[in-house]
């Protein structure tokens, strides 16, 4: 089935580094969103992508959608204790008002050391 | 507003028992979808429902049904539990953008 290759699996990085995590697909989606999960907690979105070549922020984040539609990254900068956490990307080709099928990466792991 | 609500929080079965989780969708929501998280991975699609009719299903067996109501809530049922059942299991409610529940962790031992 349709796989989203996330990397890097976790990252170690010091209050104030800046952070990039990239995902990949061998397919084309035409919608790619940024997830971030605590523990306990269900995935809390972060930044969604629709158009390709498409480069949003929110805050501190920004992420684009590749222009071949095969690709995104997210960007994290000046990162701060509270970014520690599990960022997924996800992918879908939902058409219409409504999403369908999210097909989700295996999740980077991020931890910030004060 | 209440966002995605999901119950149990928790739960412990026994393998062959069955299973029923539970979903409210966010206010105005009307598509609701099933994920199954198992540790250290992302979430996998289970099915998708709208309309009270399954609109999409993701490669999970039989053993997986759901049902939604006429208030737009799900249900998600899993018969004959195996051990690799155990996980987390996520509803999510969609317009145009998708938010999930904080999840119904599963144990199956």
């Known amino acids: 089935g349709q796989q989203l290759n996330q990397s890097p699996q976790s990252m170690f990085i010091q209050e104030g580094e800046d952070v990039s995590m990239n995902c990949t697909s061998s397919?084309?989606?035409?919608?790619w969103l940024w997830y971030k999960q605590d523990p306990g907690e269900g995935p809390v979105l972060l930044i969604a992508?629709?158009?390709?070549?498409e480069l949003t922020s929110n805050g501190r984040l920004t992420a684009q959608f590749g222009i071949t539609r095969k690709d995104s990254f997210l960007n994290i900068s000046a990162s701060i204790p509270s970014d520690v956490g599990i960022y997924f990307c996800a992918a879908t080709n939902a058409g219409g008002t409504s999403y369908g099928k999210l097909t989700f990466g295996q999740g980077t792991i991020l931890t910030v050391h004060p | 507003d209440a966002g995605v609500t999901q119950s149990p929080t928790h739960l412990i079965k026994t393998r062959g028992q069955q299973v029923t989780l539970r979903c409210s969708p966010k206010?105005?929501?009307?598509?609701v979808s099933w994920y199954q998280q198992a540790l250290g991975q992302g979430p996998q699609f289970i099915f998708q429902y709208y309309e009270e009719e399954e609109r999409q299903r993701g490669n999970f067996p039989d053993r997986f049904s759901g049902h939604q109501f006429p208030n737009y809530s799900s249900e998600l049922n899993v018969n004959a539990l195996l051990l690799g059942d155990s996980a987390l299991y996520l509803c999510?409610?969609?317009?145009?953008?998708?938010?999930f529940g904080p999840g119904t962790r599963l144990l199956v031992l």
């Open positions: 206010s105005g929501h009307d598509t």
């Open positions: 992508l629709y158009k390709a070549g």
């Open positions: 999510a409610s969609s317009g145009k953008t998708q938010y």
């Open positions: 397919s084309i989606f035409n919608t």
